[in-house]
């Protein structure tokens, strides 16, 4: 019986997985072309996958040479010669799962070979008549960047000769890693560790830039979701609306792999083959709560790189609008870590998931920050009554205490951590029974919509900083379209009004237009 697969490699045979077939025909184009490329994308993207389908669609008309650096240990990047030595026996163990004869296998070994020059030569003399296509997995978990320049630059070179006919080389290589190769000193800017010596700042003017862009989307789409889906129908008979389900998990996860994969595999082996809308909801709270190496990946890169924790921190609390950029290697670094996204130009966190948890891991720091200034006192007790959430009871109890705790002195603090101080109010209230979301489209330095979905209610809150009547109006307007998007007939505005004097209408109502209702409350 297939089960559904978030470690290592996904074997058709064994696991339910997502047909691939069009993105590997795409790279299969690329390799028939002859060209060179890299397939960088961040961890769990199911790179690894990937390439071992397009080794087979390959495998009937190329040499297909599979290798990886995983692994590897450093002593191997150490000097020319334990390179070269190293990368031909990784060769000569990847030809073991080849038909290609053993004499051509075993020349592969040269123990004569202790310099780029003389591997250069050895790769024409075991490429000539023949199509060999090399691919490298995790090409960027090499320490020694200036020993792996090097070898990209004998491979470019021995591309540039190819073209002009005067080499045999392979006919096409394909490095897979989370780094682009093409600027593989990302890396080393992001661990600390930029100190180049002079050779390697002359090696970094594009060793790599023979390569093509790769422009595959390795994201899954509903259509392509749901061909997981279908498989596993067949198999288990669920009744489960194969399409409703596949545009649901893609809504939380935009597509990438490990989490379209693990909500799959909550559904299956925790909620009782819960094919539904809640069981959806049911198993996103079940990987929000859990402890994985894709969530520490990105505890990890903020912890570790002031810049980029201010950039995240700028877009989901505070509201900035940052243009979408490469070359600003920030924003490049997030993109890499697969954190943030283009989307209108602007920068958004690439999925639901991820932005929730990044607001998780905000409000912890928050939490146990020295100087941490939250709203508490409040109990889930005082909220909850048989089992249904009371949002406008919620809403009062915040500005009960909001105006017991801050003053006009606070005005600076408030402005930019009013909605994470909200948020930081509102997380134990829901603590086990929901989650909520923000939505990226509405998100700026004067609004956010956040949804709350707790026990199968939803609940819409819009969070505004007040800038006059005339953006109130505005304020209703924008969400009385978001609550019909939502077909929702009740919804929350929460006002900040951050003016000094006398001027502020505090307080709270219930208001009805276009036939629904909002709970409008100043603070």
Known sequence: MRKFNVTGLCVPRKHYMVDIGYKTDQMQQLVDNGHYFTINRARQYGKTTALAWLRKKLQDEYIVISTSFEGIGNESFESPTAFCQTFMELIQDALTFT???????????????????????????MCTGKKVVLMIDEVDKI????????????????????????????????????????????????????????????????????AVNF????????????TMLAEYESDHRTGMDISALSEEIHIYTNGYPFLVSRICQCIDEELTQDWTSGGIQNAVQILLDEKNTLFDDIYKNLENNKDLYNVIYGVLIIGENYSFKFGNPVLELAH???????????????????????????????????????IKGVLASDIVSSG???????????AEHYHEMFCEKDIEFLER???????????????????YHIESETRDQRRMDIVLDY???????????????????EAYSQLLGYMSSKNANIGYLLTFDFRKGQNKQLGSKWIELGGKCIFDIVV
């Open 336 to 374: 890499t870590f697969g954190i943030i996204e283009k989307n209108n130009g602007v920068v958004v966190i690439s999925n639901r998931i991820f932005e929730t948890i990044i607001y998780e891991y905000f409000l912890s720091k928050e939490h146990t920050s020295e100087n941490k200034r939250m």
């Open 99 to 125: 038909d290609v004869p053993d004499v051509y296998k075993e020349n592969w070994a040269d123990s004569d070979i202790i310099t780029f020059a003389g591997l250069s030569k050895h790769i024409t003399k």
């Open 388 to 398: 249904k959430f009371n949002m406008q009871l919620c809403l009062e109890k915040f």
């Open 143 to 210: 320490s020694n960047n200036e020993i792996f320049l090097h070898f990209l630059g004998m491979l470019r070179t021995k591309f540039l000769a190819r073209e002009d006919a005067q080499h045999d080389t392979f006919h096409s290589v394909i490095l897979a890693g989370v780094y682009d190769i093409k600027n593989i000193k990302l890396k080393m800017i992001n661990e600390g560790s930029y100190t180049a010596s002079s050779e390697e700042q002359k090696l970094y003017n594009s060793p790599w830039n023979i």
């Open 455 to 473: 026990n199968k209610e939803q609940f819409i809150i819009e969070l505004k900083i007040w800038h006059g009547e005339k953006h109130k109006e």
């Open 417 to 435: 951590q009013g909605r994470l101080l909200f948020l930081s109010y509102l997380r134990p209230l829901i603590n086990g029974h929901g989650f």
């Open 215 to 226: 422009k595959v989307d390795m994201s899954f789409n509903p259509d392509e979701i749901a």
